[in-house]
């Protein structure tokens, strides 16, 4: 596609790319003043581009919504002016949320390439996605996309949603730490193996993790090693609890070596290193 001619003007052939760029190249006219879209050359040994006009550019290339210089997209509309169409008619015309469905268009319809979001919507994922946001069902907040399940096209709106400011950063790795910790809890049927692992990675890693996040500043390396001590915790009080009937509150030194022992031993036999079998509440 990027090699095939898109238009062919006076004393110049254009590709799609070079027609994209051309079309996306704005200032003011070295020519004739004009501010505006800037596609042309004045000849072919003058690489300073200049406007429709002074470049004998011919057709049409004034959006007829907003009356912007530019690629015309559809019907007479900039891809902008296109995309926002097309959000006003899928998003639903008697919002529950209607700061949402704003939130949603402006956030939307302000970026770079428009053109993208044109054919992101098309994902049926993505209608699905911002019909819930619109309709109240999924609160247009970092945890209401996370509830809403997981995908790219949860990310990036996530993304455009931060990028503006709509909603406030977040760290990448903390919350599927988060995510990742509630479901490994969830998957412990013993309530003694459940409750000291809970306070263990609640009051101290995960709220270190947390006064550690900032904004730009990636976890992702302590995040590891929580995960690591959680999940050999749950190992270990797993296999405290079926081998020998006890808890962490009657746990002995001669308990741990014991299991440090088991451990070690199993590694020696498995290249791998993977410990040794445990009830599906241990795996990771």
């Known amino acids: 596609m990027a090699n095939k001619l898109r238009v062919y003007w006076p004393g110049d052939q254009l590709c799609h790319s070079c027609f994209y760029t051309a079309m996306h190249t704005n200032g003011i006219c070295p020519s004739c003043g004009h501010d505006g879209v800037l596609p042309g050359r004045r000849n072919l040994t003058d690489p300073h581009p200049v406007c429709l006009s002074c470049a004998g550019i011919p057709g049409d290339f004034t959006c007829g919504t907003c009356r912007g210089e530019g690629e015309i997209y559809r019907r007479g509309q900039c891809a902008r002016c296109a995309l926002r169409e097309d959000l006003c008619k899928i998003l639903p015309h008697h919002p529950a949320d209607l700061a949402a469905k704003q939130t949603l268009i402006e956030a939307l319809c302000s970026v770079d390439r428009p053109e993208s979001n044109l054919t992101w919507k098309r994902n049926i994922q993505v ?158």
């Open 127 to 284: 209608l699905e996605l911002l019909g819930g946001i619109t309709s109240g069902a999924i609160p247009l907040t970092h945890g209401g996309l996370t509830a809403a399940g997981s995908g790219r096209h949860i990310d990036h709106l996530r993304s455009l949603l931060q990028h503006h400011g709509l909603l406030p950063p977040r760290d990448e790795h903390l919350t599927p730490f988060e995510v990742w910790l509630a479901d490994k809890l969830d998957a412990i049927d013993s309530p003694a193996v459940r409750a000291p692992v809970e306070q263990f990675a609640t009051w101290h890693h995960l709220r270190w993790l947390r006064s550690k996040s900032r904004p730009g500043q990636s976890t992702d390396g302590p995040k590891r090693s929580a995960t690591q001590e959680c999940t050999e915790t749950i190992k270990f009080l797993i296999w405290l609890e079926q081998t020998h009937r006890r808890t962490v509150a009657d746990c002995t030194q001669q308990d741990i070596d014991e299991y440090l022992a088991c451990t070690i031993h199993d590694d020696s036999e498995n290249p791998a290193g993977s410990a040794p079998q445990k009830s599906p509440g241990a795996q990771t």
